[in-house]
Structure formats: structure tokens, C-alpha cells
């Protein structure tokens, strides 16, 4: 929508500092002090080890935006931090929150470099020579929070593809970059004769494994397999490859080589399942998906967001005759592609 007012974009300009009071108040432990209780302001400053007059302050702006409720007992969490921003909640969206305080806003802070260069940040950032996935994925506690940042959006995509793309529910699935293999366990709650390979890397495995025996319970339905998608070709024999917001982290060609590698693998007749956000045709939106291709833009090698028709061409460059673009009610579509 085409801004109208001086006000609106007064409120895009300070929008930085309302998502800096959400994430001080989740990194200085304020919404779990007061998930199930009411407490004044001294009371929170006092749990919190913060000072009182700089907490009050950070206690009426969070009210402000609607993330507190302040009553005759004092402040406490609004429903929806209660529902996703306290430990133990169900809908846990704290490593999300902080994966994008501490890992992705440093690098938009450097969004200017980046349109000027046509390149990522990371080095810029951290003085790192190494991308942004090898770093996270050498430092265990770093990737343990990503693969937890990543799970909620994979699971509420993984509920959509089990209903709207079919499946005849005996199906050999090889899960690529499927990392807390949240998909798997989805779809065998639907369709229990699937059996499911996730293949990722070997750090990754390693805490998935975990998940999957002791979260899931499904470890004779779910099995791993290390590799590097990138560098070596994919295991053969499956009927379903699936892709889960792996493509967008790539440059065209290299999406086009994995895809290559897909077809490979499938049996005759087998699918690739890919789920994307996809920008629309003329590529101005939607805002969500604009504001994410930038995203790829400062903290990938080369990976961008893509319209359906860029997409499909890449899966018939890659050998298969089409690709549906399925519409899904979830931040992700789903493109499915037969190999003949």
C-alpha cells in the first residue's frame, strides 16, 4: 500500500526502536519474571537485576505496544507473549526472536554495503571469511538455536504440504536440509506407512537424531543420513525429494543443480516437493516476501526470492517437463514436480 502521510513514515523510521524494546525485554529475562504473575515495576527491576528507573521505562514502552498489561498489581505479559515469547509455552517463537536480535539485524544494519556491492555481509559483520550457514554451523549452541528458529516455521509448512499436495501414504521420502526433520514427523502423523530419510549435515544430524528419538519417538520411521547436498550427489531411489525453504538460500544456477540432482535420484514417477515463498510476477511484493529476498541478500552467497514462473523455469532446466505451483494458507507455497 502506498504510504499517504508524513506519520506513516515517521513510524517506519522509529519502527527499529519498538522491535528493540521486544527484544530487550525477551534477552533481559522480563517476560518469563512475569509470565503467570502480576508484579510492579521495582519487583521485575529487582528479579531482573536491572536498574529501577531504566526498567519502568522499558516496562511502559513494552505496555505501550501491546506486548505488557498493566493493572492494580502491576505489569504482566500480554496474552501473545505468553503464547509464544515464555519458556515452555507451546508456540515458542524465543529462538526465532533472538536469531534475528543477534545474527540477522547486525547484518541489515549494513543493507546500504550490500545494494551498493550486490553481496552478502557476513565478513563485513563478523571479520569471518566463512558464510553465514559455516559459521553457524560451527558453533554448536549458535546452530542448536537456528535449527530451533527454523522448526515453527517448518512445522506450520509441513502441516500444510501433508494436506494440500496428495500422497498415497507408502511413499519413501528423502527429506534434503531438513534439519529438526519436523516435517517427517508431521507427515507420519497423517500418513504412517511414509518412511522418511533426512539427509543434512553431519552436525545437524547429530542433534536431530536426539529430537527424533526422545521428542518424536519415531526412530524406526525416521532415519539420517549425512552428507552435503551441495557438493555430493543425493542417494537414489525415493519417490518424494523434499525441499523445505531450501532453494531461496541459493543462486539460480546452483538452484537449478540441485534440482538436477533430484531428478537423479527419483524413481521414475517420483516428486519433488519444494516449498517456497514466491514473490508476485512483477516482483513488488508481497511485503514479506520483498523484505525476505533482502534478507538473503545481505546474509547468503547469491540466494534471492523468486516469482512462480522464475521457479518453474528452473525445474524444467533441470529436466522435468513442469512444475504446480500450489497455493497454500501458510507464509510458503508448495511447487511439486514429476519426473517422467
Known amino acids: 500500500?502506498?504510504?499517504?502521510?508524513?506519520?506513516?513514515?515517521?513510524?517506519?523510521?522509529?519502527?527499529?526502536?519498538?522491535?528493540?524494546?521486544?527484544?530487550?525485554?525477551?534477552?533481559?529475562?522480563?517476560?518469563?519474571?512475569?509470565?503467570?504473575?502480576?508484579?510492579?515495576?521495582?519487583?521485575?527491576?529487582?528479579?531482573?537485576?536491572?536498574?529501577?528507573?531504566?526498567?519502568?521505562?522499558?516496562?511502559?514502552?513494552?505496555?505501550?505496544?501491546?506486548?505488557?498489561?498493566?493493572?492494580?498489581?502491576?505489569?504482566?505479559?500480554?496474552?501473545?507473549?505468553?503464547?509464544?515469547?515464555?519458556?515452555?509455552?507451546?508456540?515458542?517463537?524465543?529462538?526465532?526472536?533472538?536469531?534475528?536480535?543477534?545474527?540477522?539485524?547486525?547484518?541489515?544494519?549494513?543493507?546500504?554495503?550490500?545494494?551498493?556491492?550486490?553481496?552478502?555481509?557476513?565478513?563485513?559483520?563478523?571479520?569471518?571469511?566463512?558464510?553465514?550457514?559455516?559459521?553457524?554451523?560451527?558453533?554448536?549452541?549458535?546452530?542448536?538455536?537456528?535449527?530451533?528458529?527454523?522448526?515453527?516455521?517448518?512445522?506450520?509448512?509441513?502441516?500444510?504440504?501433508?494436506?494440500?499436495?496428495?500422497?498415497?501414504?507408502?511413499?519413501?521420502?528423502?527429506?534434503?536440509?531438513?534439519?529438526?526433520?519436523?516435517?517427517?514427523?508431521?507427515l507420519l502423523e497423517h500418513y504412517p506407512g511414509i518412511r522418511v530419510t533426512l539427509l543434512d549435515l553431519p552436525e545437524v544430524c547429530d542433534i536431530t537424531q536426539r529430537r527424533i528419538r526422545d521428542e518424536y519417538g519415531k526412530a524406526d520411521k525416521i532415519d539420517t543420513q549425512a552428507g552435503d547436498f551441495l557438493t555430493e550427489d543425493l542417494p537414489e531411489g525415493y519417490d518424494v525429494i523434499y525441499l523445505g525453504w531450501v532453494l531461496h538460500d541459493w543462486d539460480p544456477?546452483?538452484?537449478?543443480?540441485l534440482l538436477e540432482k533430484c531428478h537423479k535420484a527419483l524413481r521414475p514417477g517420483g516428486r519433488v516437493v519444494a516449498t517456497e515463498c514466491a514473490l508476485a510476477e512483477d516482483g513488488n511484493g508481497p511485503e514479506l516476501t520483498t523484505l525476505l529476498s533482502l534478507d538473503m541478500l545481505v546474509s547468503t552467497d547469491g540466494g534471492r526470492e523468486s516469482t512462480a514462473e522464475e521457479y518453474r523455469q528452473r525445474f524444467e532446466a533441470a529436466g522435468f517437463p513442469s512444475a504446480e505451483h500450489i497455493e497454500m494458507p501458510v507464509m510458503r507455497d508448495a511447487f511439486v514436480a514429476v519426473k517422467n
Open 1 to 186: 500500500m502506498t504510504m499517504q502521510s508524513p506519520q506513516e513514515i515517521v513510524d517506519l523510521a522509529i519502527g527499529g526502536w519498538k522491535a528493540q524494546v521486544l527484544f530487550s525485554a525477551k534477552e533481559l529475562g522480563v517476560f518469563d519474571t512475569i509470565a503467570d504473575q502480576a508484579l510492579p515495576a521495582e519487583a521485575i527491576a529487582d528479579k531482573c537485576q536491572l536498574e529501577a528507573g531504566a526498567c519502568a521505562r522499558l516496562l511502559q514502552a513494552a505496555t505501550a505496544l501491546g506486548l505488557l498489561e498493566y493493572g492494580a498489581d502491576g505489569y504482566r505479559c500480554s496474552p501473545a507473549v505468553r503464547a509464544t515469547l515464555v519458556e515452555g509455552c507451546e508456540a515458542d517463537l524465543s529462538a526465532l526472536i533472538m536469531h534475528v536480535y543477534r545474527d540477522v539485524m547486525p547484518l541489515w544494519q549494513k543493507l546500504s554495503d550490500a545494494v551498493r556491492e550486490g553481496s552478502n555481509r557476513w565478513k563485513q559483520v563478523t571479520g569471518s571469511e566463512e558464510g553465514h550457514f559455516q559459521n553457524l554451523y560451527s558453533d554448536p549452541e549458535a546452530l542448536d538455536t537456528f535449527l530451533g528458529t527454523m522448526h515453527g516455521f517448518n512445522a506450520e509448512t509441513a502441516m500444510a504440504v501433508s494436506q494440500a499436495v496428495e500422497w498415497r501414504g507408502d511413499e519413501r521420502v528423502l527429506d534434503v536440509g531438513g534439519a529438526t526433520a519436523v516435517f517427517g514427523h508431521v
Open 253 to 257: 544456477d546452483t538452484q537449478v543443480r
